[in-house]
């Protein structure tokens, strides 16, 4: 009896003391959703190869870092997601909180972090409001820094620009003028704003609107939308897509040997199933993605190629908690301390190149966008391989592919 | 003193004589007390939340319990609360303090037009019908983004207190006042006359009830405390989005009622009390924390299986007994009626749930 004792108060005593050399990051995700696992996945790569590195040096002494996993459960529940927020700092006293997806949500639990003062990297949320808080009470918002994806209007802008390069493909391809384009976003409300921009911005492009569809994001059959954009005489067919209407829409592509391509937002596209789901269909089907094996930076390629080792596919965009760790590394080793707010000015100044971007902040900590630093970049499905194609100037870029005409 | 000693023997009369209402004044008096025995800013948020969601759940208990006005789109009122508040209070510089009324007195005004139109539907197609009520809304906001913040919804809303204990205190205070408030209903006069209508709506207009005022009149006293649940969550989260008025609220809100037992008040509230900080507390488990959905359905499916008309109802029939003679209740060890000295036969179990038992 006394031995037990004796060997829990042992036991107690030197978790007490390894728990004093760690540093705590607590990730917040949707844990049983793909955006939650990478989340975890990005963050589980950054705390292993810091730790056997040694772990991140503060002041003259070494610390390891302590991952904390909390699951917000944000895609069913915003009160879910504030308390596992305020769980993982007034109970797990997390240090960096790290994560976050549905934007709702996230306004609601950057609110807890900054009653908190600590700092929060968003890793998942493009929604500007969260940034434009920022700017408005700078003391309160400081602590909150975006580090994946750019806000939502860079994000349209870098799908622009992709637009814009394949337009001009598609110019010297069909000796056209003015591409014809058709809009086919899934009817949900975050697609409209997007519409109404697209509608505004293609004809300044040189390029012709042939008409818009809005199927259902969970649509199996979109038949009457592909027929009307062929008659319409659609070059390209751009997607806001999130749903599994995506695969739907891949697949009946390939099925009708349309001559069309498309390209935009096409979240199942962005995952490696997709070429199985469509049933070795989607092919030429591209969108704006995150991390490919092309040198964005310089680790952009070691890192695709030892996530997809480790947990054998390809990381989504959430998975740059990786960054967002080895961010806040950097930030403290120069700072030589952990405290809020002393890494705030340290993190406004500071260029990082990381796997996904090369970051550097603005005055409403959104991060600046810049083709390929931050912009992201297209891909596409060629023959059930999913290959970077844009921006051309990045090494390891291959040629955008149209079907045969 | 007068009075000291007249609360004492309302105390020792009314309450310490039954069970459920010594331990209903017992978690008031914990709730309390909370913050200066255990105050942990994570536990009083859960707390908080907890008292927001009871009320919530009371109101729907008065509607579909008490009425059989059974609304699957409850959500539509503490939506309504909730965007009604925040917009107000965002748009104007108006404190929380007066905006949480006024949610209210919108969702009361939602209240009143779902009842009107829903008046002549019963059973199923009522609650169809009550379901479309918050699509409806959702559809609205999202085509009005500028005016409602789409899909984020509104952000950036003041809180009512600045310290998370005075938050807590005003969620508690306002969660014993409206669920005592709703029982105080539900028990009087008022109350019975909703009973009649459930039972059988068409003997009660036969009695020269008029059906209609009274439903209209329970569809806004149970939109005014949704409402205010709905603004008082608002502005403890700070946004208000289209989460409040999702489907999902709507079929919680279902599940606590049915649990917690139908047509108590008290029994949708314990049932908040109970499996909102469950859920919760199974989150801290990694290994079944992101099944805590799961294992909150087995739990409802299991306690609704051995305990069909709830649990609270249930653990009652355990603790108290009724008098055969003048259906007072009496504590189950009790061998004689406290009030009338009739013998309980029925020990250990209410002599009304064996007849309702028995063919």
């Known amino acids: 009896m006394m031995r037990s004792f004796l060997m829990a108060v042992a036991l107690a005593a030197a978790s007490t003391a390894q728990a004093q050399g760690t540093i705590k990051f607590a990730i917040l995700g949707p844990m049983a959703f793909v955006q939650g696992e990478n989340h975890w996945a990005g963050a589980e790569m950054a705390r292993d190869e810091i730790n056997k590195a040694g772990g991140i040096a503060v002041g003259g002494k070494k610390m390891q870092v302590e991952l904390i996993r909390a699951d917000t459960n944000e895609v069913q529940s915003v009160p879910d997601a504030t308390n596992a927020t305020e769980r993982v700092i007034s109970r797990d006293k997390a240090d960096f909180l790290i994560g976050g997806f549905r934007s709702e949500a996230v306004l609601a639990m950057q609110e807890i972090a900054m009653d908190s003062k600590k700092i929060f990297l968003g890793a998942g949320a493009a929604d500007a409001r969260l940034g434009e808080n920022v700017e408005k009470n700078y003391d309160r918002y400081k602590y909150w820094f975006r580090v994946t994806p750019t806000k939502s209007p860079d994000l349209f802008r870098s799908l622009v620009a992709i637009l814009g390069s394949i337009g001009d493909q598609m110019r010297q391809a069909l000796k056209k003028e003015q591409p014809a384009v058709a809009i086919v976003a899934e009817k949900t409300a975050w697609t409209e704003p997007i519409m109404k921009a697209l509608q505004a911005t293609l004809p300044k492009m040189k390029m012709e609107v042939v008409g818009t569809w809005q199927p259902s994001a969970v649509a199996t059959d979109v038949t009457a939308e592909l027929s009307a954009i062929e008659r319409a005489g659609a070059d390209i067919v751009f997607t806001v897509i999130s749903g599994p209407v995506g695969i739907s829409l891949g697949r009946q592509m390939g099925e009708r040997n349309m001559k069309a391509v498309a390209f935009g937002i096409n979240v199942e596209a962005q995952k490696d199933e997709f070429w199985a789901a469509t049933a070795g269909k989607g092919n030429f089907v591209s969108t704006l993605d995150t991390y490919s094996e092309v040198e964005i930076t310089p680790k952009t390629v070691p890192f695709v190629r030892a996530f997809k080792e480790r947990y054998k596919k390809a990381p989504t965009y959430t998975a740059a908690t990786y960054d967002a760790i080895m961010m806040l590394k950097a930030a403290i080793e120069q700072a030589g301390t952990t405290d809020a707010d002393k890494l705030v000015p340290v993190l406004e100044k500071m260029e990082h190149v990381g796997t996904a971007a090369v970051a550097s902040w603005d005055k409403r900590h959104d991060l600046i966008w810049a083709v390929g630093k931050t912009a992201g970049i297209g891909v596409q499905w060629q023959d059930g391989k999913k290959v970077p194609f844009w921006p051309p100037e990045v090494k390891g870029m291959q040629p955008f592919k149209m079907p045969a005409r | ?359």
């Open chain 2, 1 to 359: 003193m007068y009075w000291l000693r007249r609360g004492w023997a309302e105390l020792k009369n009314e309450v310490f004589v039954l069970p459920s209402r010594t331990a209903v004044l017992a978690w008031a008096l914990a709730l309390l007390v909370l913050p200066y025995v255990y105050g942990d800013p994570y536990v009083l948020r859960i707390v908080t939340l907890t008292c927001l969601f009871a009320i919530f759940a009371a109101s729907w208990d008065l509607l579909a319990g008490y009425t059989g006005q059974v609304n699957f789109g409850h959500a539509l009122f503490f939506g309504a609360g909730a965007y009604a508040s925040a917009l107000v209070s965002l748009n104007f510089g108006v404190t929380p303090w007066v905006t949480v009324w006024i949610g209210a007195l919108v969702a009361t005004a939602f209240g009143v037009v779902v009842g009107y139109l829903c008046q002549r539907l019963r059973g199923s197609y009522l609650s169809l019908a009550t379901l479309a009520f918050p699509l409806i809304a959702l559809g609205l906001l999202f085509a009005f983004p500028d005016f409602s913040g789409g899909e984020l919804g509104v952000s950036g809303l003041r809180r009512l207190a600045t310290t998370v204990t005075a938050n807590y205190y005003v969620a508690v205070l306002a969660m014993l006042a409206v669920v005592f408030g709703l029982w105080l209903i539900a028990d009087s006069k008022f109350g019975l006359v909703l009973h009649a209508i459930r039972d059988d709506e068409v003997a009660a207009r036969a009695s020269g009830i008029n059906t209609p005022r009274y439903k209209l009149a329970v569809f806004a006293v149970s939109a005014f405390a949704a409402g205010l649940a709905g603004a008082l969550f608002a502005h403890y989260i700070r946004v208000a989005g289209p989460s409040t008025l999702e489907t999902a609220l709507s079929f919680q809100v279902v599940i606590w009622g049915i649990f917690g037992g139908a047509a108590t008040i008290y029994g949708p509230v314990a049932a908040v009390f109970i499996l909102y900080p469950l859920t919760e507390w199974l989150a801290n488990f990694r290994a079944i924390g992101e099944l805590r959905l799961l294992i909150f359905a087995v739990i409802v499916l299991l306690v609704l299986l051995f305990m069909p008309r709830g649990l609270s109802p249930w653990v009652r029939d355990r603790i108290e007994t009724a008098c055969p003679r003048c259906k007072q209740r009496n504590r189950a060890w009790r061998s004689a009626c406290r009030l009338c000295g009739a013998p309980l036969e029925n020990r250990g179990r209410s002599a009304i749930s064996e007849k309702l038992k028995s063919p």
